[in-house]
């Protein structure tokens, strides 16, 4: 299974909103609703930010926020903070009763 | 609050099997409700899904390493484990172990990471 397509990097000022696409076919992320987004600082394990395209884990900023249209997924971060630099991930079930991540996305703050 | 703990050799050689164990505490393994995982990420890379196991014993693998891949549960211990044969150096990454939720389809619950470097 080939790995969900991502930009690798995006970049934003304080205060700015950025967007980061994850694009897939319909036997994953254009045929389910099972996309989830996670954030990943260095050295450490991948964090759940967004489940089923755009719900929230309890705990997580309403500045993120995910949606889906067709074969593509999008985590949106508003209010880009400091913290928020990380490395981030898209996953979703596939048609195979099996999951794919995407290649990752590194967010800077300028 | 459930934690995930792996463990196991952080060096084995090429051809061999490597051996990991994720210790789940803060709730029980045999809960219906939740699958486990094995996700792995070698360094400067991106993140692969190895498998999953459900509380029946069934079994997913990630196609590209399915015949390499033994996933096994031990409730008693509440304990889930991980084998892969025949390693090359293409399999050394940091093995995280993970808790699905079978409702939401999320890796809601992750371990630490364990660096598994293969070397002769």
């Known amino acids: 299974q080939s790995a969900l397509t991502q930009p690798a990097s995006v970049s934003g000022s304080p205060g700015q909103s950025i967007t980061i696409s994850c694009t897939g076919t319909?036997?994953?992320?254009?045929?389910?609703?099972?996309v989830c987004w996670y954030q990943q600082h260095p050295g450490k394990a991948p964090k759940l930010m967004i489940y089923?395209?755009?719900n929230r884990p309890s705990g997580v900023s309403n500045r993120f926020s995910g949606s889906k249209s067709g074969n593509t997924a999008s985590l949106t971060i508003s209010g880009l903070q400091a913290e928020d630099e990380a490395e981030y991930y898209c996953?979703?079930?596939?048609?195979?009763?099996?999951?794919?991540f995407g290649t990752g996305t590194k967010v800077t703050v300028l | 609050q459930v934690q995930l703990q792996e463990s196991g050799p952080g060096l084995v050689k090429p051809s061999q099997t490597l051996s990991l164990t994720c210790t789940v505490s803060?709730?029980?393994?045999?809960?219906?409700?939740?699958?486990w995982s094995w996700i792995r990420q070698p360094a400067g890379k991106g993140l692969e899904w190895i498998g999953r196991?459900?509380?029946?014993?069934?079994?997913n693998y990630n196609p590209s390493l399915k015949s390499r891949v033994t996933i096994s549960l031990d409730t008693s211990k509440n304990q889930f484990s991980l084998k892969l044969s025949s390693v090359t150096a293409a399999d050394t990454a940091v093995y995280y172990c993970?808790?699905?939720?079978?409702?939401?389809?999320?890796?809601?619950?992750w371990g630490q990471g364990t660096l598994v470097t293969v070397s002769s």
């Open positions: 196991i459900y509380t029946s014993g069934s079994t």
């Open positions: 803060g709730g029980s393994i045999s809960s219906g409700s939740y699958y």
């Open positions: 993970a808790r699905g939720d079978n409702w939401n389809d999320r890796f809601d619950y």
């Open positions: 089923d395209v755009t």
């Open positions: 319909s036997s994953d992320v254009g045929g389910y609703n099972y």
């Open positions: 996953s979703s079930y596939t048609s195979r009763s099996t999951y794919v």
